[in-house]
């Protein structure tokens, strides 16, 4: 019991391996009025990332700025307050454009976190999830922050699927952040390398509604 409790807050505190530059206050730096023409694509990095160097690449308006450098339901929550003050100033100067949004590890955590909270509110949006450790079964089993429970606190820990008509796509493969039945001994190298190409932006289309799981296609089950 020791064990498992050690190994899943050691989990807990690293759930991505990301990039360990320093998160500064002047995230909003990176903030600029984005034209209404198009889809307003807007990510958030993961534990360690800043929004200059977050990993995301392709036609992206904004990089989500927040407190990453110790991932717990505190900064999961003032990514989830900065994400949705820069969509909905977005939305309010931009009423008819569709917003993307997309999130790996934390980032993704934050992300599940606002279209829960939010799309019974918010219209023309989507979701992209990479390595989520909110993701909730199936296929496979319960996501990686099961095992972290209370350790990580609100609203990052549990699991759960509650993306009302959003659409949202999901992947995780055979890592143990986002899926605990890859076991401990997978991360962080597969948590880190198994997503080669889901950074793009461009990759993923406005309407994806669908499970990319270890390597395989599911239909959405939400």
């Known amino acids: 019991m020791r064990a498992k409790r050690m190994a899943a807050t050691s989990a807990g505190l690293l759930l991505t391996a990301g990039l360990s530059v320093t998160q500064t206050s002047a995230a909003q730096a990176a903030e ?48 989830v307050n900065e994400l949705n003050r820069l969509v909905r100033d977005q939305r309010a100067a931009c009423p008819n454009q569709h917003v993307k949004m997309g999130g790996y590890s934390l980032g993704a955590a934050v992300v599940h976190t606002w279209v829960t909270e939010n799309w019974q509110t918010f219209d023309k949006v989507n979701a992209i999830l990479i390595s989520d450790p909110k ?28 993306f009302g008509n959003v659409p949202v796509k999901t992947i995780c ?22 997503y080669p190409n889901d950074f793009n932006m461009d990759h993923h289309n406005n309407s ?13 089950s939400w």
């Open 135 to 162: 993701r909730q079964g199936g296929p496979g089993v319960n996501g990686g922050a099961v095992p972290f429970g209370g350790i990580v606190g609100a609203p990052l820990a549990g699991a759960d699927r509650f």
């Open 32 to 79: 600029a009025a984005a034209p209404c023409q198009g889809t307003y694509t807007i990510v958030v990095g993961g534990t360690g990332s800043s929004w200059n160097n977050d990993g995301f690449t392709g036609n992206i308006q904004q990089h989500v700025g927040y407190p990453t450098q110790i991932p717990n339901g505190a900064s999961a929550r003032a990514g």
């Open 208 to 220: 994806a509604n669908e499970q990319w799981y270890n390597g395989a296609w599911h239909p959405a």
């Open 173 to 194: 493969h055979w890592d143990y952040v986002c899926d605990e039945s890859a076991g401990i001994w997978t991360y962080p190298h597969n948590h880190i390398n198994n």
